[in-house]
């Protein structure tokens, strides 16, 4: 359990750096959740901050996301994968002269197996949406019977921030990051997200920032 004191720290640390926590109490509630993405992300994060804390401040909690270090690295790769927490859906290049209707960029997914597409048009569909980045029908079918809702049918529903959290939390989860968090190994949590080290060192900027409001040092690997 992390001390009240701590906390107040952070309220405090957050506060003076202009994003509101709310009152500064020694809860970390859903204000400063917002508060603290908004300050990782360097930029106000408005209505979506609000959306994104009440649902983290759920979440967290049920999937013992709960330290400073698991919340700190989990906030760093939702801010580098969502650009700032700016897209929580991938974006394509639009249609092009092509009698389709589907998106060029994304077209190049439409048959992918791996993917579980199969269909013209499934890469546009079930394009990247979240905080994680769900993609391809066959991860829509996985995580939307998980959580009870039809992403098949509504993939749309992914970028929803409440989901989008929920859907990141597992997904973390299912990968052990709270583990790899705990050890402050910031390339382990990224291979697992990423597949590899792409935007390492955006990604330890991000952290650098949510780790500051804790006083907590960079990553072993900085």
């Not at 791996?114 to 029908?137: H, K, M, P, S, V």
């Not at 959580?147 to 959290?165: F, K, M, Q, T, Y």
């Not at 989860?173 to 910031?186: F, H, K, V």
Request: proline content about 5%; some cysteine.
């Amino acid at each position: 359990m992390i001390p009240a004191a701590q906390y107040l720290t952070a309220q405090t640390r957050l506060f003076k750096a202009g994003y509101d926590p709310g009152p500064v109490d020694g809860v970390f509630g859903p204000r400063s959740l917002a508060a603290w993405s908004s300050y990782t992300a360097n930029r106000q994060l408005a209505a979506r901050g609000k959306q994104l804390g009440t649902a983290m401040a759920a979440d967290f909690r049920y999937f013992g996301i709960v330290t400073p270090l698991r919340m700190s690295h989990f906030l760093a790769q939702a801010a580098h994968e969502t650009g700032g927490f700016r897209y929580l859906v991938e974006r394509g290049s639009g249609d092009g002269p092509d009698p389709d209707p589907w998106d060029d960029y994304l077209q190049r997914y439409d048959h992918r197996q791996d993917l579980g597409n199969f269909a013209a048009g499934d890469g546009e569909r079930y394009r990247g949406r979240g905080i994680f980045q769900l993609t391809g029908r066959a991860n829509y079918q996985t995580y939307g019977a998980r959580l009870g809702i039809d992403l098949i049918s509504h993939p749309d529903r992914a970028a929803e921030p409440e989901l989008a959290v929920r859907i990141a939390c597992l997904f973390w989860t299912d990968r052990s990051l709270n583990s790899a968090a705990d050890r402050d190994d910031l390339e382990t949590v990224t291979r697992r997200i990423n597949g590899g080290t792409n935007g390492l060192a955006d990604r330890r900027a991000y952290l650098a920032r949510a780790k500051a409001i804790w006083g907590l040092s960079h990553d072993r690997f900085a």
